[in-house]
């Protein structure tokens, strides 16, 4: 920065209220506000109007009807269990292979550098992106992963996509793949700050590889995974962009997880008042969900 | 200076949002000074034909009408429902836009649209010919509820079967003798098996393409979408008849093992790139496969869509102009809507580049729609109905076809469901639709 703009700057901050903490943190503040916290409120306050775009103009409060609709809904109840397999079917698949893989990029080779970086390719990649190569990878006809899936009798002929037994799992499957980098990542952090002499303490006391993995990793990285077991299953719960691009949805309603719903009942059926209910429940059952895992993973040993 | 510090911070940061605010919004509404109106108009075809007329289109009008300008937005096909649901939502609807014909008679029974009757004496006197007299009685039909006139026809669209006559000839059918009815193509397809990994790319996912290709096999095996009371009425031996016929494609390997999951861009490519014998699309792709595989155009010929017990039945598809109603610049708007859509404006220009069917029959009579393939088509046109036909348009039908048609083939498809319960699940849905 040149002389005259640091002396206009320190003109500026004498002037304007110098180290005043309010001009830093209002514009934050107003940006939050206008883009959380006002569609939030306003969310909950559609929720209490069953509005339909096919009938009135403008919303009305109407009490819990919009409520009482959609719980009375069985489809909302068969797509709240799928949603729940597949959140936690996708917290499971990133757990099972970013763990491993964060305990094996721990150790320092040559290629350790390299490694990290290519992991993290399906986190930095849009969906959009993803979902037509996957697309192409479950193609019935020309897909090798199908081809193989198919070999070993997984799939028949078509897509698994297109198969309303397969289609939820084979879309866990990339929902889990996609989260695995950034859970990687975030375990190696930790297990790097793990000192060194707690495991030469652990051998002196004749702890064996797997007993020092189980007394001394776990117990340090647990905090680490509850947290980011919540992040990436609150980002899993609230899924609507891969299965959208995938299946829509379907075959039927096979695939079809709260997300898509809420986007059905807004943009299909026209009705905000229900789709506000719905967004609403989804956000009670997000908190719901979260308060036990943070506490059991809280706990230290 | 005696103001809180806080305050002042936050009112100097406030003040400065509202002139960004202000200075965002500037451009969309017409200057105060002038009389100058903007009529915003949403455009539902991003190729670039479509542009580049739409755009000469708005150069000639504006030069006409030098207190109008025409902002024109591209919203694609696939977007068009969202964003129209959320500009209803959020109040900010464009004054005049396309529109699907199927789903005019929803936003007219909300009172979300316009009647276009007053302007139509004066669009008929400025023509010199009586429009409504003008317009396909399929159209009339589709735009008119309540006994009011809502729409005015842009274009129309049919469907054909495309096919390949290098592997009918491959496969010993003889390609002058193209499939007339359900049960031909069946066996064609049959024959097909054999040289071409698809012998018939028909939908079965959930997907307008699919109720757009399925509605000409339900309505020609004599079922009717509602009954005499305006409930489901598919619940028939007709229906079930044509549900199984048509998903049995799927089931005998006749159609893409992918079927289920395929959009209409992905068939149409499967036919473009030679890997499916047949095809059931409209008049744009004739141009679309000329461009994109001149190689195999040569061997593609079109034939009309296949009859089943009742007769043959096309797809009727057409896109009108509406005006809605929160629009502050009616009669701007209407002006560029009787423009858009009147042979002596920009219609017949607009058709030509983009190659589609106009919804004026003055037009579709002369050159070059009197030229193949189009005279195929507009023929085909003459044979062309509303999903729900014989029963009049319903302001439920955008939700019945996407939410229930679709997903009941799919899931006979499949595999989900049987015949039965998926025609039981469909008219529950439908009638939960209705009933709402």
Redesign the interface.
């Given at each position: 920065m040149s002389l005259a703009l640091r002396l206009a700057g320190g003109r500026f901050r004498r002037e304007?209220?110098g180290t005043?903490p309010?001009?830093y943190v209002?514009?934050a503040m107003?940006i939050v506000g206008l883009l959380t916290i006002a569609p939030l409120l306003y969310g909950i306050y559609l929720s209490f109007t069953n509005?339909?775009?096919?009938?009135?103009?403008a919303p009305q409060l109407e009490g819990v009807s919009a409520y009482r609709v959609v719980l009375s809904d069985s489809a909302f109840w068969d797509n709240l269990v799928r949603t729940i397999a597949w959140t936690v079917g996708t917290v499971v698949v990133e757990i099972v292979i970013a763990v491993p893989f964060a305990l094996l990029l721990n150790i320092r080779t040559s290629v350790t550098g390299v490694v990290t970086g290519f992991i993290m390719i399906p986190w930095i990649t849009p969906f959009v992106v993803l979902s037509y190569a996957w697309l192409f990878l479950y193609?019935?006809?020309s897909g090798p992963l199908h081809a193989f899936m198919q070999a070993i009798g997984l799939v028949g002929?078509?897509?698994p996509?297109?198969?309303?037994t397969a289609a939820l799992w084979s879309i866990i499957l990339i929902s889990g793949w996609k989260g695995i980098p950034f859970l990687t990542i975030a375990l190696l952090a930790t297990l790097k700050s793990i000192p060194t002499e707690l495991y030469e303490a652990g051998s002196i006391d004749g702890a064996g590889r797997w007993k020092s993995f189980r007394s001394i990793t776990l117990p340090l990285v647990r905090p680490t995974l509850g947290a980011m077991c919540v992040v990436l299953g609150v980002q899993a719960f609230y899924s609507f962009d891969l299965v959208w691009i995938?299946?829509?949805?379907?075959?039927?309603?096979?695939s079809t997880i709260l997300g898509i719903q809420l986007f059905?009942t807004?943009?299909?059926?026209?009705s905000?008042g229900q789709a506000a209910a719905l967004g609403t429940l989804m956000l009670l059952l997000a908190l719901v969900l979260i308060v036990p895992i943070l506490r059991a993973t809280s706990r230290r040993t | 200076m005696k103001y809180s510090r806080p305050i002042t911070a936050v009112v100097t940061i406030l003040a400065l949002s509202a002139t960004l605010v202000a200075c965002s919004s500037g451009g969309s509404n017409s200057g105060a000074g002038s009389n100058k109106q903007t009529v915003t108009f949403w455009q539902f075809n991003g190729d670039q034909a479509s542009i580049t007329a739409y755009k000469s289109a708005i150069a000639s009008f504006e030069a006409k009408n030098p207190d109008i300008t025409v902002n024109m937005q591209i919203v694609p096909w696939s977007d068009q429902q969202q964003k129209i649901t959320t500009a209803l939502a959020s109040g900010s609807l464009p004054d005049v836009s396309m529109m699907g014909n199927d789903v005019v008679a929803q936003y007219a029974a909300n009172g979300s649209l316009v009647p276009l009757d007053s302007y139509l004496d004066g669009w008929s006197a400025s023509e010199g010919i009586d429009v409504k007299q003008d317009m396909y009685a399929g159209d009339l039909s589709y735009y008119t509820y309540n006994g009011k006139l809502y729409g005015a026809p842009l274009a129309d669209e049919t469907r054909m079967l495309y096919y390949n006559t290098e592997f009918f000839q491959k496969a010993g059918l003889d390609p002058n003798k193209p499939p007339t009815t359900w049960a031909d193509i069946e066996k064609a397809a049959v024959a097909l098996k054999s040289v071409v990994s698809v012998p018939w790319s028909a939908p079965m996912s959930k997907q307008y393409v699919t109720v757009q290709t399925f509605m000409s096999v339900y309505l020609s095996y004599g079922a009717s979408l509602f009954d005499s009371n305006g409930k489901c009425g598919l619940n028939t031996k007709e229906f079930k008849d044509a549900l199984s016929w048509y998903t049995g494609l799927a089931k005998s390997g006749l159609t893409s093992p992918d079927a289920a999951n395929l959009t209409a861009n992905d068939i149409i490519n499967q036919f473009i790139n030679g890997k499916a014998g047949m095809l059931i699309e409209g008049p744009s792709q004739y141009n679309a496969i000329k461009n994109a595989n001149p190689e195999l155009f040569k061997n593609i010929r079109i034939a009309p869509i296949p009859a089943g017990p009742k007769g043959q039945f096309g797809f009727l598809g057409g896109w009108p102009l509406v005006m809605w109603n929160s629009s502050k610049v009616k009669e701007a708007a209407a002006k560029w809507i009787h423009f858009v859509t009147s042979p002596n404006g920009a219609l017949s220009d607009i058709v030509q580049k983009v190659g589609i069917l106009p919804g004026r029959k003055s037009l579709a009579s002369k050159p070059p729609w009197t030229d193949a393939p189009y005279n195929q088509f507009a023929d085909q046109l003459s044979r062309a109905y509303a999903y729900q036909y014989p029963a009049g348009p319903s302001p439920k039908m955008g939700e019945i076809e996407t939410a229930s048609i679709q997903t009941a083939v799919q899931e006979v498809a499949t595999g989900a469901l049987s015949v039965d319960s998926a025609t039981n699940q469909l008219c529950t849905d439908i009638n939960q639709i209705l009933s709402k």
């Open positions: 304007f209220g005043n309010w001009y209002t514009p107003v509005w339909s775009l096919n009938s009135s103009a193609d019935g006809q002929d078509s897509t996509l297109a198969s309303p995938l299946t829509q949805g379907g075959p039927g309603s096979s059905q807004f943009f299909t059926q026209a905000p | -």
